[in-house]
Nanobody, 124 residues
Framework: QGEVAESGGGLVQAGNSLRLSCTASMTTFRLYTMGWWRQAPGKEREFVAG????????GYADSVKGRFAISRDNAKNMVYLQMNSLKPEDTAVYYC?????????????????WGQGTQVAVSS
């Protein structure tokens, strides 16, 4: 059993930054691959960033490379997404997910736990 919960969303102007946080309740959190996904209105959920259990293998969608950075703190059961140089097309609900069998962090079918999401809106 486990739960994840996101926080840190909001409304910002283009070019600004936001930091999303995700807290997880799994006692074996350190074993999970963690991922950030997003879903814009009328679109499917898409992969944004992921990080392996050890933190040494982050992955990013091409659309956010160089602007977003994912990190984790296994001692605190936390995952973060630092989002810089935000664009209006980054507007979406952002979800945190946890995958114990995270061989492919871009496959959402492998994620066991999801949060409720946090809204990010970027104005031009």
């Amino acid at each position: 059993q486990g739960e994840v919960a996101e926080s840190g969303g909001g409304l910002v102007q283009a070019g600004n930054s936001l930091r999303l946080s995700c807290t997880a309740s799994m006692t074996t959190f350190r074993l999970y691959t963690m991922g950030w996904w997003r879903q814009a209105p009328g679109k499917e959920r898409e992969f944004v960033a992921g990080i392996s259990w050890s933190g040494d293998r982050p992955g990013y969608a091409d659309s956010v490379k160089g602007r977003f950075a994912i990190s984790r703190d296994n001692a605190k059961n936390m995952v973060y997404l630092q989002m810089n140089s935000l664009k209006p097309e980054d507007t979406a609900v952002y979800y945190c997910g946890a995958s114990l069998y995270g061989a492919d962090m871009t496959n959402q079918e492998l994620y066991e736990f999801w949060g409720q999401g946090t809204q990010v809106a970027v104005s031009s």
